[in-house]
């Protein structure tokens, strides 16, 4: 869809039909945009025209979403497979292989100690492996009652990941370099419990959403203590957080209740909301 002039309609510059992905994003490469469909079908599209340069079944299910590294597409399956596939105007399978255990996860190429690893959430553990061979490098084992862990893994600095589960709660993995790689828990707490989805870090700060059943709140973590930023476990100081569009949101240090404030004009109206619409 190209945007019209004020006041004109949008312009349909081309539309696609079957094999579309219901879950996984899309992902762009220059003019190709590459469509990984849920149940095992990749096309690759040059985005200006609408022109399909390929469309190939590679099978499995997808949960996650791919991601582009260089001129490398990443998936795993819902199966557990990683396979791997060049970003490119001709469909080339460039390597596939097991992590062992169901994922619902999308990963994530990380460079830790100078090693590029992917790091994936599977059901009951997350790991690092060799992005070019799928060598196993680390393992963490993580479970909640499901058993599925969905929300994708973040990098918080050189060596320390972020994961979060529902039920299982949240943790700051350390990866440590001996011989070899090993993981040391830097800290843990289950106050902020993400479902699926990812978290940002800015500055010392992790922000995401946490809960299921009585819908997400939006919550704040200190990045490498895993505590409340700026305050006591009751109460204390706030971090906030902006759309862009002079909407806040202020997280409490307990991640028991939200601010949600809206200015317009020379107006300001505040409403205290356990689910902001974001």
Known sequence: ????????????????????????TSVVHGDLIFLWYDRGVVTCLDAPSGEIRWRERIGGDYFGSPIRVGDRLYCVSREGEMVVLAASEEFQELA????????????????????EQLVAFMATEVVGVDPRT??????????????????????????????????AGSRGLRVVRDEGFRVEEAW?????????????????????TSGVQSGPRM???????????????????SHGLSDGRQRYWRVRSDNAQLQHRYHRSNCEHRQRTARPSL
């Open 96 to 115: 596939r292989f097991s992590l062992e255990e169901p994922s619902y996860a999308t990963p994530v190429l990380i460079t830790i100690h100078g090693q």
């Open 134 to 167: 799928g060598a196993p490098l680390w393992r963490y084992p993580i479970r909640n009652q499901y058993p599925q862990n969905i929300c994708a893994p973040t990098q918080i600095d050189e060596d320390l990941v972020f994961v979060s589960t529902t039920e």
């Open 188 to 208: 843990s707490t289950r106050r902020v419990q993400c479902f699926y989805g990812q978290f940002a870090v800015i500055g010392d700060t992790i922000y995401g």
């Open 1 to 24: 869809v190209r945007p019209g002039k004020p006041g004109a309609e949008p312009e349909l510059v081309h539309n696609i039909v079957g094999s579309l992905p219901y879950v996984p």
């Open 219 to 237: 919550c704040a973590l200190h990045a490498g203590t895993g505590r409340n930023p700026g305050g006591s476990p009751e109460r204390g100081a």
